[in-house]
């Protein structure tokens, strides 16, 4: 799926990990990492990136009720709340290179899923797109209670399943726009029966993070650099018992979930009513119910070159000004849509 035309919901990067029941709810690589001097002989090109230096903040928001923990990385003071959804085996900081640029005019607000990042839950593997969709939920109103801001839900792969999912449920009262980033129903669905030979046949345990660093760029899953030393510090954990890294995120144990998380979505998808953006990484072709979606004029497309799956890290700057446009053409302020000519509310 680093290929332009698989546009799967992000198994592909970032997958599997031998990681053993007694690091259920082991936080983050940061979290686990051994003290040890820096793995020498490797090239600064690959060293982590500190993600301060694009997000201002990041907080843990505890689920009333339940032993739920979401992590959520945040940034930007006014304007309406783009609320960023990773991909399967990512985490809340593939949007960071992307947030640096869009806090600028609008806040941003990324959390990491359920079994990813430095979330934990009771159920790790529970990644159906029910259970994910209440997540979301259930973040947003631990963080903003019964007066949210305006949302633009920004979902990626897997969580851009997700973020049609919970657009189509009607239960985000201030949900002001929604923006699906390279996934398709028809090529997800068509990939599916090659996931598990996908996920297997890649390298699963590494010796340092930067070399993990260094794999995801030249194997072409990442083509941003920069990004890839912010974002995939926070896929890894480390595995005592093999002395190595490993992936977080234990995608090849929830194949049973895979085929709900597309199936349907493009009717789901027309049939949220906001303003809809989808970008496209490459000239994937569009299956036959958003073709007609797009000649009706029911959403808006832009196909970004030169870019692989993960557009938000590949491409940040054009990224960026995609979703500012988007906020801006809809007139998308932080109470919801501005018309000119009216006060705004005053808070």
């Given at each position: 799926?680093?290929?332009?035309?698989?546009?799967?919901?992000?198994?592909?990067?970032?997958?599997?990990?031998?990681?053993?029941?007694?690091?259920?709810?082991?936080?983050?690589?940061?979290?686990?990492?051994?003290?040890?001097?820096?793995?020498?002989?490797?090239?600064?090109?690959y060293l982590p990136l500190d993600w301060l230096g694009y997000f201002d903040q990041e907080d843990d928001i505890s689920i009333p009720n339940s032993n739920e923990v979401f992590h959520v990385y945040m940034a930007g003071k006014e304007g309406p709340v783009v609320f960023c959804l990773h991909g399967g085996g990512y985490s809340g900081l593939s949007f960071a290179l992307s947030a640096g640029i869009i806090k600028e005019k609008a806040r941003?607000?990324?959390?990491?899923?359920?079994?990813?990042?430095?979330?934990?839950?009771?159920?790790?593997?529970?990644?159906?797109?029910?259970?994910?969709?209440?997540?979301?939920?259930?973040v947003i109103k631990t963080m903003y209670g019964d007066s949210p801001p305006a949302i633009v839900l920004v979902g990626h792969s897997m969580g851009g399943s997700v973020a049609v999912h919970v657009a189509a449920k009607r239960a985000l009262p201030s949900l002001a726009g929604l923006v699906v980033v390279d996934v398709v129903e028809?090529?997800?669905?068509?990939?599916l029966i090659h996931m598990q030979k996908i996920l297997s046949n890649r390298m699963q345990h590494f010796p340092s993070v930067e070399k993990a660093i260094e794999w995801s760029v030249k194997g072409g899953s990442l083509r941003n650099v920069d990004s890839a030393r912010v974002s995939i510090p926070s896929t890894l954990t480390y595995d005592d018992s093999k002395k190595c890294y490993t992936y977080r995120a234990k995608l090849e144990e929830t194949e049973q979930y895979w085929k709900s998380w597309y199936e349907g979505?493009?009717?789901?998808?027309?049939?949220?009513?906001?303003?809809?953006?989808?970008?496209?990484?490459?000239?994937?072709?569009?299956?036959?119910?958003?073709?007609?979606?797009q000649m009706q004029g029911k959403f808006q497309m832009v196909v970004v070159r030169h870019t692989g799956h993960a557009i938000q890290e590949d491409t940040p700057d054009e990224f960026s000004n995609l979703?500012?446009?988007?906020?801006?053409?809809?007139?998308?302020?932080?109470?919801?849509?501005?018309?000119?000519?009216?006060?705004?509310?005053?808070?």
């Open positions: 799926m680093e290929s332009s035309s698989s546009h799967l919901g992000s198994l592909p990067e970032d997958v599997s990990e031998d990681q053993g029941q007694s690091q259920g709810n082991q936080k983050s690589v940061f979290a686990s990492k051994p003290q040890r001097p820096p793995t020498q002989n490797v090239s600064e090109k941003v607000v990324a959390m990491d899923f359920r079994g990813h990042g430095k979330s934990s839950s009771e159920n790790d593997l529970d990644l159906s797109i029910e259970t994910m969709c209440n997540d979301v939920l259930a028809g090529t997800a669905m068509a990939s979505l493009s009717e789901k998808f027309l049939s949220c009513p906001v303003p809809k953006l989808l970008l496209l990484a490459g000239t994937d072709r569009l299956d036959k119910t958003l073709t007609i979606g979703i500012l446009n988007f906020i801006s053409r809809n007139r998308i302020g932080p109470n919801g849509v501005e018309i000119p000519g009216l006060r705004k509310p005053q808070h």
